[in-house]
């Protein structure tokens, strides 16, 4: 155990160097482990430099780097609701699940340039090379983006 969370503080520190070393080329790969004790944000973890986290089914915290998981959408859990208490539900089922994936799998996540808002890195996550988001679009927890269906908001 402790030598996959070793493993997992070095490869998030070589995220970080590579995303500033290689920020005009965009692109850096790593390969974690499984993490197996990736919490979901709460509440006071939003605002530390070091967090690493699950905020919701298409946003992470990896040692204190926003991630936004491209390709893919996830009801929202706390801002923007179009489909109350049922979106709301959905939502914490796609975040528990993209928890569950990142904690009981290898995977490999593939980061590219700052989000339009530029607080966010976009990136990829596969596990097994599929994408995190496609497995989640199956289970009928997310949707494509930017042209699928918001499917909870009705």
Not at 59 to 83: A, H, M
Not at 107 to 115: A, K, L, S, V
Not at 122 to 148: C, F, K, M, S
Request: net charge negative; hydrophobic share 40%.
């Amino acid at each position: 155990m402790k030598r996959a969370i070793g493993y997992i503080a070095l490869a998030i520190v070589s995220l970080q160097i590579g995303i500033f070393a290689l920020g005009a080329l965009g692109v850096t790969t790593v390969t974690l482990m499984p993490v197996e004790n990736l919490a979901i944000c709460g509440k006071y973890q939003r605002n530390t430099d070091d967090k690493t986290c699950v905020v919701d089914g298409d946003t992470l915290w990896l040692d204190g780097v926003n991630i936004r998981l491209k390709d893919f959408d996830t009801p929202e859990p706390r801002t923007n609701i179009c489909g109350g208490r049922w979106e709301i539900e959905l939502a914490r089922t796609a975040t528990s699940r993209l928890q569950e994936l990142l904690n009981n799998n290898a995977w490999t996540i593939e980061t590219f340039n700052m989000d339009g808002t530029g607080k966010r890195l976009l990136a990829t996550i596969e596990i097994n090379g599929e994408d995190v988001g496609n497995i989640l679009i199956r289970e009928g927890l997310a949707r494509h983006w930017p042209d699928g269906d918001e499917f909870w908001c009705y």
